[in-house]
């Protein structure tokens, strides 16, 4: 069983930045895919982000591409999002979440272990 706490969320102006964290528990961090997905009010969870084990790999959603860097700190347990130029449409709920299986995906079904979130808001 993996423990995924976040952390780093806040409110932030448009054009601002915040970084969030993402720490987990147990020795198997550096084996799983990690990735970052977020659900706005009344939608659905989207994805983010993705990063492979070694941190090789990184995958961006289209609205996110250029904004927003995903990495990992295998040493500390820790997978970090990086949010600059942040956008109202930004605004959301910001989950972390931690897959067994080597390939990296998109979907949220491949993904195992989900943290509980933290609020980002960005205001206009």
């Known amino acids: 069983q993996v423990q995924l706490v976040e952390s780093g969320g806040g409110l932030v102006q448009a054009g601002g930045s915040l970084r969030l964290s993402c720490t987990a528990s147990?020795?198997?961090?550096?084996?799983?895919?990690m990735g970052w997905f977020r659900q706005a009010p009344g939608k659905e969870r989207e994805f983010v982000a993705a990063?492979?084990?070694?941190?090789?790999?990184?995958y961006y959603a289209d609205s996110v591409k250029g904004r927003f860097t995903i990495s990992r700190d295998n040493a500390k347990n820790t997978v970090y999002l990086q949010m600059n130029r942040l956008k109202p449409e930004d605004t959301a709920v910001y989950y972390c979440?931690?897959?067994?299986?080597?390939?990296?995906?998109?979907?949220?079904?491949?993904?195992?272990?989900w943290g509980q979130g933290t609020q980002v808001t960005v205001s206009s």
């Open positions: 147990g020795r198997t961090f550096s084996t799983y895919v």
């Open positions: 990063i492979s084990w070694s941190g090789g790999s990184t």
């Open positions: 979440a931690a897959d067994r299986g080597g390939v990296v995906s998109t979907r949220r079904v491949e993904y195992d272990y």
